[in-house]
C-alpha cells in the first residue's frame, strides 16, 4: 500500500523585513509566510509555503484566507489519499474550488517536496531535471529615496550579489518616478540592468508617456505598467515601443498568457508558481511562452526560503531565462525559518541539493516567529 496523507498543518509565520520595501499599492515592514507541512502514513514530511504582499493590497487572496482555504476546504479533500498521486489530489482541489491559487500552490509544492524526499531524490529530478545548478537573481530596489537606493545598489554591486535591478514605481507622479528612475539607472552604468515594476499604477495614456522616457533613459524592460484586466492595452503598449514589456498581474496561469499571446502580445512573462497555483502549473505557463515567443523570467511574490526554492527548482529545468529572475525573497526578511539558508552569490543562487526541495524547518525559528493565537 503506498502512503497516504495523514495530517496537515498550516502556520502563519511573520517576519519582519531587512527595511521598508515600498510598492505602488502598499509598504511592507513584514512578510507573512503561510507554511504548510503535510505529514503521511511513513512519517515523511513535505513543505510548502504561500506568500502574498501586503494582506489584500495585491491579490484576492491573503495569508489568513489561504490558511482558512487549506484548512477548512482542501483538508478534507486530501486527508487519506495517496500521498503520490500529485495530479489526482490537483483535480481533485480543482474540481472543489475554483481559484485560491496561492493556496493550491502550497499543496502541490509540500506534495512534490514528499514526494521528492519519499524517493530520495531534488524535486529539479522529478520535473525532468535541472539544466542550471546557479541561476541568476536580481534585487529590488524599493526604499522609496532616490540616494537610499543608490547606496543599497552600490554596495550590492561591489559584493557581486546582484548586478541587476528593478525599480518599484508608480506611487508617485510621473516625471519623479522618472527622474528617480534615470538618475540610479545613471549611478549604476552600463554594466547593470536596471527595470522598473509599475504594480498597475499608470492608465494606457500615462503608460505610453512614461514607456517613451524610460526607453530614452536606457531602461531595459517595464513590467505591468496597467491594470490587471486591460490586456488591449499591454498589446497596443508592446507595439508601440522597442522597451519590452513585462506582463505579472495580468498572466496568472498559462491560459491568460495564451489569451495574451493570442491578442498580440509581445515581451516576456513574469512566471510565478503562487500564481499559477504551484511548479507544475507554471511550468505549463512557460510551455505557452516558449510556443508563442515570449521571454521567461523567473517571478517571486516575495516567498521565503521554501517557496524560493520550490521556484528554484522549476525555472532549474529552462532552458533559457531571457530575463533571469527575481528570488530574492529570502534576503528582504530580516531572519529565516530553515536550517540552512540559500546561498546566495556571484550574482545568483545555488539550487539547493538534497532530496525534495532540500530545505529543512528549524524548528526553534519557527515556534519564535509563528503568529501566536
Ligand atoms: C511583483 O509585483 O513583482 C516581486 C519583487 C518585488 O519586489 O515585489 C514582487 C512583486
Ligand atoms: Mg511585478
Known amino acids: 500500500m503506498s502512503a497516504s496523507i495523514q495530517a496537515i498543518e498550516t502556520i502563519l509565520v511573520d517576519m519582519p523585513t531587512i527595511r521598508p520595501h515600498k510598492l505602488s499599492m502598499t509598504t511592507m515592514a513584514v512578510q507573512t509566510m503561510v507554511i504548510v507541512r503535510i505529514k503521511d502514513s511513513d512519517g515523511l514530511e513535505g513543505l510548502g509555503e504561500a506568500t502574498t504582499i501586503g494582506g489584500l493590497a495585491y491579490g484576492q487572496e491573503s495569508p489568513e484566507s489561504v490558511k482558512l482555504t487549506v484548512d477548512t476546504y482542501f483538508k478534507p479533500l486530501l486527508l487519506n489519499q495517496p500521498a503520490a498521486a500529485i495530479n489526482t489530489l490537483r483535480v481533485r482541489l480543482d474540481q472543489a474550488a475554483r481559484g485560491n491559487n496561492l493556496a493550491k500552490s502550497a499543496i502541490e509544492t509540500a506534495l512534490l517536496d514528499l514526494q521528492g524526499k519519499r524517493l530520495n531524490r531534488p524535486l529539479s529530478d522529478l520535473l525532468g531535471g535541472a539544466l542550471h545548478t546557479h541561476i541568476p537573481v536580481l534585487w529590488t530596489l524599493a526604499s522609496g529615496d532616490t540616494a537610499k537606493d543608490i547606496d543599497e545598489a552600490q554596495t550590492l554591486v561591489a559584493q557581486k550579489r546582484h548586478c541587476d535591478f528593478k525599480l518599484k514605481i508608480g506611487s508617485r507622479a510621473l516625471m519623479d518616478d522618472v527622474r528617480h528612475v534615470?538618475?540610479?539607472?545613471?549611478?549604476?552604468?552600463?554594466?547593470?540592468?536596471?527595470?522598473?515594476?509599475?504594480?498597475?499604477?499608470?492608465?494606457?495614456?500615462?503608460?505610453?508617456?512614461?514607456?517613451?522616457?524610460?526607453?530614452?533613459?536606457?531602461?531595459?524592460?517595464?513590467e505591468q505598467p496597467t491594470p490587471i484586466k486591460d490586456f488591449a492595452a499591454l498589446v497596443r503598449l508592446s507595439a508601440k515601443f522597442y522597451i519590452p514589456i513585462l506582463a505579472d498581474e495580468s498572466v496568472a496561469d498559462a491560459k491568460d498568457l495564451f489569451v495574451l499571446a493570442a491578442g498580440g502580445f509581445a515581451g516576456a512573462v513574469a512566471m510565478k508558481i503562487a500564481k499559477a497555483g504551484g511548479p507544475l502549473r507554471a511550468l505549463e505557463q512557460a510551455a505557452v511562452a516558449q510556443a508563442a515567443g515570449i521571454g521567461l523570467y523567473g517571478g517571486t511574490l516575495l516567498e521565503g526560503t521554501i517557496g524560493t526554492a520550490a521556484s528554484l527548482h522549476a525555472w532549474s529545468t529552462l532552458q533559457t531565462l531571457h530575463w533571469g529572475t527575481e528570488m530574492f525573497g529570502p534576503l528582504l526578511m530580516k531572519d529565516d525559518i530553515v536550517i540552512k539558508p540559500l546561498n546566495f552569490h556571484d550574482n545568483g543562487v545555488d539550487l539547493p541539493t538534497g532530496p525534495g526541495l532540500g530545505v529543512e524547518l528549524d524548528e526553534d525559528k519557527l515556534s519564535f516567529y509563528r503568529r501566536k493565537a
Open 182 to 222: 534615470a538618475a540610479i539607472k545613471a549611478a549604476v552604468g552600463s554594466s547593470a540592468s536596471v527595470r522598473v515594476d509599475v504594480n498597475q499604477a499608470w492608465d494606457e495614456t500615462t503608460a505610453a508617456r512614461g514607456m517613451a522616457e524610460l526607453q530614452a533613459a536606457g531602461i531595459d524592460l517595464v
